[in-house]
T-cell receptor, first 114, second 120 residues
């Protein structure tokens, strides 16, 4: 069975500082990894994904994520946080096979303050 | 622009009534759509996969007679919560995979804005 762990319920960072939201995964075969962001009472918005190729993936709104196979991690990063980045972030994984479903982590709330 | 829409965005109903939620794929025809449920401060739980032209596939523990899914057309899937009770109160979100079809693990899923259901 595949799984995703987001060890931090909340991450607090000051505006302008770099941010990291952690994600580790467990899956059979090659992982397909995704990050989504959710604003209050809204659906999820796609940020970025790793399928293959470069381990550093760049996505929307200046976010990027680094795939680390040996550590089975896919941490989300941004060099300089904005107050508007405050939201709930979900990491998700799909394993190999056409029947593989998207499994989400429990989410990490990012709070960026002035 | 939005790829997936949902209607209504919120609904309040009395216990025992049925509620229909619509999910529309705006950018492409979708033979597959997914329905998720999200409890407060929790992650998304996949409820079922909606398949155009065939029966929906339900996840373990999801009552198919309680949550009726109809994939009426290539752009519309509906979720009907039958005889709703307070414990059915939740945030329901649908998603559509890239290109509208399942079967490719690299597909991105695009999510609708969600429907907040409150059962009194």
């Amino acid at each position: 069975a595949q799984s995703v762990a987001q060890p931090e319920d909340q991450v607090n960072v000051a505006e302008g500082n770099p941010l990291t939201v952690k994600c580790t995964y467990s899956v059979s075969g090659n992982p397909y990894l995704f990050w989504y962001v959710q604003y209050p009472n809204r659906g999820l918005q796609f940020l970025l994904k790793y399928i293959t190729g470069d381990n550093l993936v760049k996505g929307s709104y200046g976010f990027e994520a680094e795939f680390n196979k040996s550590q089975t991690s896919f941490h989300l990063k941004k060099p300089s946080a904005l107050v508007s980045d405050s939201a709930l972030y979900f990491c998700a994984v799909r394993g190999g096979g056409t029947a593989s479903k998207l499994t989400f982590g429990t989410g990490t709330r990012l709070q960026v303050t002035l | 622009g939005a790829v997936v829409s949902q209607h209504p965005s919120w609904v309040i109903c009395k216990s025992g009534t049925s509620v229909k939620i619509e999910c529309r794929s705006l950018d492409f025809q979708a033979t597959t759509m997914f329905w998720y449920r999200q409890f407060p401060k929790q992650s998304l739980m996949l409820m079922a996969t909606s398949n155009e032209g065939s029966k929906a596939t339900y996840e373990q523990g999801v009552e198919k007679d309680k949550f009726l899914i109809n994939h009426a057309s290539l752009t519309l899937s509906t979720l009907t919560v039958t005889s709703a009770h307070p414990e059915d109160s939740s945030f329901y979100i649908c998603s559509v995979p890239t290109g509208g079809t399942s079967g490719r693990v690299r597909d991105t899923q695009y999510f609708g804005p969600g429907t907040r259901l409150t059962v009194l």
